[in-house]
């Protein structure tokens, strides 16, 4: 049974991000856009209006001391 605690902590630290994906921290709506952040530090930009430009994903991690 012990071999299969490194797949086990693996799953674990998958299931933490996925939830840290799921919870939204800000939502930013200005004229032509809406930035949505989550705390995993996913941040999604759409343009509603203007159909041309795509959503767009990026990931900003904050670094601490």
């Known amino acids: ?18 939830s840290l994906d799921q919870q939204v921290t800000a939502i930013d709506i200005r004229f032509g856009r ?3 952040r989550y705390a995993s530090g996913k941040v999604m930009t759409e343009y509603p209006r203007d159909k041309r430009k795509k959503t767009i994903t990026e990931y900003r991690v904050i670094k601490g001391d």
């Open 1 to 18: 049974m012990t071999e299969h605690t490194a797949k086990v902590e693996l799953q674990k630290e998958k299931i933490l991000k996925e």
């Open 34 to 36: 809406i930035q949505t």
